[in-house]
């Protein structure tokens, strides 16, 4: 195995077991097919984090910085050891495989197009302008003079020339330094493992609401949504971003279920993720807790529901003010000009921006496939035939995140619907995928099928 190869391995097995020993930690027991892809992603991001932190120490970016950095970032977690351990109790036991024709089907196709997304994020160059302005180039400079604040925030050749992602993408400039350091030239390989690993994820939350036939076919539809596809094996910031969101949302929803503060925590985690890799997530965050605070405080108490809520907002806010206050204001030589692209709070462009993003966005078959319209229309069928809509928290969610994105549009001037609001439809995405499985028309069919299979049992 040539070096390259065995250091990514090495790197991956590592951040994996960065994750599985922060959700040890908290001591959120979770089946195994939702933990280790969750565990990979969190590992991911925690272990960016590190070496962050590695660098606001004055240690110079490395390969060995980065082992360094992972190892300890890995061994934190043995402080609770004893809670470890109880957590992750089960997970090298040896699994019970049952496949049936189905599960090989889908099981093969999703596993071709993993095989294509890894083949072309490894092969190909990065393409797109805000990438090769912006992210891979502070992260190929941060390789090369062991400091993400380098030459290229001060070279006076460069200066108007950036583009804005330098400026609030430090999850993926710090996956793409990581990368670098490994050795591998085109570096963006880490996106792919990214895209599978919440694949895989989604695949586990269909499969807790549906029969595993609809669930293959409903994540089959999600892996094919022709806009994600394209950047689950492209360089940006917005397909890991919707991952860390998404997760996020889907386990402050298991936890609220559950009733569980361990699972509040992993959620803060997730979405802490998310804002570490998107500026304007934070704003998200807050309108997703803010709509499921009522229940939060009726399944928690006030007192335990008000500091689960506000732990995630907390944990989100610290990720977006590490990077946006600490190292803007004390380390980075040059600062963006935010504040000049805030703009006041105006009805008619708010209008216009919702009318916009339905028209040249969110109606696009082109972009999404038929997921948008699928999700509509069971949601309006289920509406007429049920009298009431299946899984309101989630419906709640996607609403809020919505409008997160209409206010993102309305006061950011550089938002621009057809790149910024199209590409923060990812994170809407899989919300509707999974509200489409629990919607009462597909439970219906679900226990449609167990009833089938278990008369062909008998």
């Not at 430090?170 to 591998?184: D, E, H, R, S």
């Not at 895989?200 to 596809?229: C, D, I, K, Y």
């Not at 610290?318 to 703009?343: D, G, H, K």
Request: with cysteine; proline share 4%.
């Amino acid at each position: 195995m040539k070096s390259d190869a065995l250091l990514l391995v090495v790197t991956l097995l590592m951040q994996w077991v960065i994750g599985l020993g922060a959700v040890g930690a908290i001591g959120y027991r979770l089946e195994r097919k939702t933990l280790l892809p969750l565990s990979l992603l969190l590992g991911m991001f925690l272990h960016s984090l590190s070496l962050f932190g590695a660098q606001l120490a004055g240690i110079p970016l490395s390969l060995q910085t980065m082992l360094v950095s992972g190892t300890v970032t890995m061994l934190l977690p043995l402080v609770r050891f004893s809670t470890v351990r109880a957590t992750l109790a089960g997970l090298f036991d040896v699994p019970r495989i049952r496949p049936t024709l189905y599960d090989v089907v889908i099981a093969g196709f999703v596993g071709y197009v993993g095989y294509m997304v890894v083949w072309a994020s490894w092969y190909w160059p990065v393409t797109p302008f805000d990438a090769m302005a912006g992210i891979d180039l502070v992260a190929r400079y941060a390789a090369k003079d062991g400091m993400i604040a380098n030459q290229v925030f001060t070279d006076p050749s460069v200066r108007g020339m950036l583009s804005n992602q330098p400026f609030y993408a430090p999850f993926a400039m710090l996956m793409q330094v990581m990368m670098k350091l490994i050795g591998y030239p085109y570096t963006q390989i880490w996106v792919s493992i990214v895209a599978i690993s919440f694949w895989w994820f989604v695949w586990s939350a269909l499969r807790r609401v549906v029969h595993p036939l609809l669930a293959g076919v409903l994540l089959v539809l999600f892996v094919l949504t022709p806009e994600m596809l394209g950047y689950s094996y492209i360089l940006q910031t917005d397909f890991a971003n919707a991952a860390f969101f998404s997760i996020g949302c889907f386990i402050l929803l298991r936890a609220i279920d559950e009733v569980s503060l361990p699972g509040m925590a992993v959620a803060a985690l997730a979405f802490a993720g998310a804002c570490w890799s998107r500026t304007e997530t934070p704003l998200l965050v807050v309108l997703v807790v803010g709509m499921c605070l009522p229940r939060i405080l009726r399944e928690f108490g006030a007192v335990k529901g008000l500091a689960g809520s506000l732990g995630i907002v907390a944990a989100s806010s610290t990720a977006f003010a590490l990077w946006n206050i600490v190292f803007f204001n004390w380390y980075l030589p040059q600062r963006p000009s935010t504040a000049e692209q805030l703009r006041g709070f105006d009805l008619g462009r708010f209008a216009e921006v919702v009318g916009s993003s339905w028209t040249s966005v969110i109606s696009s078959t082109e972009l999404w496939g038929w997921a948008v319209w699928l999700f509509l229309g069971v949601l309006i069928v289920d509406a007429i035939i049920n009298r009431r809509i299946a899984q309101p928290m989630l419906i709640g969610m996607i609403i809020a995140t919505f409008l997160g994105l209409f206010l993102v549009g309305t006061i950011f001037s550089a938002a621009i619907v057809e790149q910024t609001l199209r590409r923060g439809m990812f994170k809407v995405i899989p919300l509707m995928i999974v509200a489409i499985a629990g919607s009462g028309l597909v439970s219906s069919a679900s226990s449609t099928l167990y009833s089938w299979e278990a008369g062909r049992r008998s």
